[in-house]
């Protein structure tokens, strides 16, 4: 998708500048340079929140299983805030720092791995867990300094490059059609013991309203109206309350609790660590390292391609900044009492409604701290009423595909098990990491590793060393 499009975007031209506080807004993200309105790029903002809402709830749902008090989901509430906040602070610097259109959130996955592995499986105290994701932080702002995060991003070839955006593509809407109808998802994909996947039933109510939606939005879309993913989401979700398919809000407001007992835990936790589990706390720490660090690199070229920001040289503009903010919000969201935070994929969703710039970032971070008031109306939002712009944005990333050379294998096969892998091993990391082992081994099995930079093959080394790792560590 190019990154100025006029199609895309209702930019004033002919008019004349604005002034004032706007005119200040509209310079400092630079609207005339992108050709982009506070409509488009507000627009933007509400869609990438709507797609990543749930966020709120899935987050407090997981790790609540893990940090608790005297028994699991008692800090449900606190964790909710921990979740909006660290959202809201690691988007915002991401914004005003950076000036693109990515919001940050606790990550899917490392909740994950965090809560079930760590905390449950290894039998470390939360508090130390949520430490090491406060030192996993610091390593990150180190790194970024030392601009070796930047490199990394260069490294990445640029076919690599193009499929991390499809296989992001694809990654999206396998999560948008996902997902079982108990829990609200539109089970359009269902688990099958023979098969593994399998196509869902349409008996299911969730199932035909999430199809109706797919239809509706991609309606909206080619007729090119304003907003067509964000009109997508909240048709659907009006759908599934109107026939009693998802529980409408039960409120308006409510009034957020203080997360008390987390704020500052990992403080509390780095004291904790002894002889007993410090092996144990190393390695949690270099997992957290590896999955943070390479699924912020692959969401970062994947919707920088998407959002025409990668240059001739591969390399993203402003990427230590990006880097930066991706690094202090993971710190933010330790001392909060969170996960790692990380830029997320969603964010695909507000690029390809036409935002171009960091104010799309400001208005998502402005709803996740708004939603800490009226966490009744989000939390009301199925997982179902997704399923439409998750779907259309990952048609739209499939645009990528065409600019891999398909006729050259050692370009091919790395592109495809890259493309592969994100989806079906549900990990931007996973796929990243075969991509970039295969890359180079090919091209020197063909007699061409002069065309592979040095650091690309010190990447891979890191990858291959990751993996040997998580399975010699956690099987």
Not at 160 to 177: P, W
């Amino acid at each position: 998708m190019n990154a100025i499009d006029p199609k895309q975007t209702d930019h004033p031209r002919g008019k004349p500048p604005r002034k004032g506080w706007q005119g200040a807004i509209a310079n400092y993200f630079e609207f005339e340079r992108y050709q982009t309105s506070f409509r488009t790029e507000i627009l933007a903002g509400i869609t990438t929140f709507m797609t990543m809402a749930y966020i709120l709830v899935v987050n407090p749902l997981i790790l609540s299983d893990a940090i608790f008090l005297n028994e699991p989901q008692d800090l449900f509430a606190e964790l909710v805030v921990a979740t909006a906040v660290s959202a809201g602070i690691g988007t915002l610097i991401m914004a005003l720092l950076a000036k693109y259109p990515f919001a940050l959130a606790p990550g899917m996955g490392i909740n994950a791995f965090f809560a079930y592995s760590v905390v449950l499986g290894l039998g470390i105290d939360w508090r130390v867990a949520l430490a090491s994701v406060f030192i996993e932080g610091l390593i990150f702002i180190l790194l970024t300094i030392s601009d070796l995060r930047r490199h990394l991003i260069t490294a990445v070839p640029s076919s690599i490059k193009s499929a991390t955006t499809v296989g992001i593509g694809f990654f999206l809407a396998y999560i948008g059609l996902g997902g079982t109808t108990e829990t609200g998802g539109a089970g359009l994909i269902v688990a099958n013991e023979v098969t593994k996947t399998d196509f869902g039933s349409l008996a299911q109510p969730q199932t035909l309203i999430a199809v109706f939606g797919i239809f509706l939005t991609a309606f909206f879309m080619v007729r090119r109206i304003k907003g067509a993913l964000l009109w997508g989401i909240i048709g659907t979700a009006i759908l599934g309350w109107v026939f009693n398919v998802a529980a409408a809000p039960q409120g308006i407001a409510s009034i957020p609790a203080f997360p008390a007992d987390l704020f500052g835990a990992a403080f509390i936790g780095l004291g904790g660590i002894n002889g007993s589990n410090w092996i144990d706390f190393i390695a949690v720490l270099l997992v957290f390292l590896f999955v943070d660090m390479f699924d912020t690199i692959g969401t970062l070229a994947g919707v920088g391609i998407q959002a025409g920001y990668i240059d001739e040289n591969g390399e993203l503009p402003r990427a230590n900044q990006a880097l930066t903010a991706d690094a202090i919000a993971t710190t933010a969201g330790a001392i909060m009492g969170t996960s790692s935070v990380t830029t997320f994929v969603e964010s695909a969703s507000g690029v390809a409604e036409g935002g171009r710039t960091g104010f799309t970032s400001v208005i998502v971070a402005g709803l996740f701290f708004i939603s800490l008031i009226f966490t009744p109306i989000f939390e009301a939002i199925p997982a179902f009423a997704t399923t439409p712009a998750l779907t259309i944005v990952g048609v739209l990333m499939m645009a990528s595909i065409t600019s891999i050379n398909w006729e050259d294998l050692t370009e091919a096969i790395p592109a495809f098990l890259t493309i592969f892998f994100i989806p079906f091993a549900f990990s931007i990391a996973a796929g990243l990491s075969i991509g970039l082992i295969t890359y180079p081994l090919l091209k020197t099995f063909k007699g061409r590793a002069g065309e592979v930079p040095v650091i690309t093959w010190i990447l891979a080394a890191i990858f291959v060393a990751r993996f040997i790792f998580m399975t010699l560590r956690f099987g």
